[in-house]
């Protein structure tokens, strides 16, 4: 059934079948729009002197096509006879005019589009051997809008979109190509990004000789388990001995005192 744009009246009760048919013809006459997307000349035809111009228009699929009708010029007057006296010969014929320039073809400059109800307009210059044409052609209306099924609501609102989320950032070799990966949870969306690290520099100039570093506790007690002990607490022997040769009495006091020594400089 065609579209009826008063159908359903105020206050009357839907019907599935007529209100099928509201769409279907609503799609119909959507489809019926044409949408001029080139515009092409089929002919252009000499016309007599003094004829009116002409132009035919059709629509072809998505092309305009044209065809003219142009008149050519008058022909020139043709000369004076001559004026010498009765029974004198007669004049020259005037010369005949220069040939005009050749029309080599006709060429659309361009197409304008106008709004719906505006007249379509054509432009037409000569440049001395090509006609140019500029057409403006006004679109067609705005389609109806669709009226609403029965039962049919608006739809639910989508998902809130709350926050992006950074999930990771992974560092690849160089060289790699960086990624991104992106997915939605329903509300919040979610970022893993994947970026190469850089090439490792050339070696730097050696930097300034750095302040001492700290001995910590543990190298301390290595370095001092591998010195002896103080031997301040193991007296000397400042008596001298008087026997020569030495006694064997003086000979374990010398034996006593290295004992001493040998004992105070073990850890």
């Known amino acids: 059934m065609p579209f009826d744009p008063n159908y359903p009246p105020l206050n009357a009760e839907i019907e599935s079948a007529p209100l099928r048919g509201q769409f279907n013809g609503l799609k119909d006459f959507i489809d019926a729009i044409v949408t001029v997307t080139a515009a092409q ?4 035809t000499t016309l007599l002197p003094g004829e009116t111009a002409s132009v035919g228009l059709s629509v072809i699929g998505n092309t305009l096509h044209f065809t003219f009708g142009i008149p050519r010029g008058d022909a020139g007057t043709q000369g004076q006879n001559g004026a010498d006296g009765t029974n004198g010969t007669d004049g020259a014929d005037g010369a005949v005019g220069a040939q005009g320039p050749p029309f080599a073809q006709a060429v659309v400059d361009a197409v304008t589009t106008l709004n719906p109800g505006d007249a379509a307009t054509v432009g037409v210059s000569f440049d001395g051997v090509n006609v140019h044409f500029s057409y403006g052609i006004p679109r067609g209306n705005d389609g109806l809008p669709g009226q609403n099924g029965s039962d049919g609501g608006d739809g639910p ?3 809130p979109f709350a ?11 160089p060289g790699t190509p960086a990624t991104v990966g992106v997915s939605f949870d329903g509300s919040n969306v979610h970022f893993v990004f994947s970026i190469p690290e850089g090439a490792g520099g050339g070696e730097g100039p050696q930097g300034d000789q ?18 002896s002990s103080n031997s301040n607490a193991v007296t000397t022997l400042d008596t001298p001995f008087v026997n020569d040769p030495p006694t ?17 400089l073990r850890r």
Not at 41 to 44: H, M, N, P
Not at 210 to 227: D, F, H, K, R
């Open 157 to 159: 609102p989508g998902p």
């Open 41 to 44: 000349i089929d002919g252009v």
């Open 210 to 227: 750095g302040p001492p570093g700290e001995v910590t506790n543990a190298a301390l007690a290595g370095a001092i388990s591998s010195t």
């Open 163 to 173: 926050q992006a989320v950074v999930d990771s950032v992974n560092t690849l070799p």
């Open 248 to 264: 064997l009495a003086d000979m374990e006091v010398v034996r006593a005192k290295m004992n001493e020594l040998i004992t105070a």
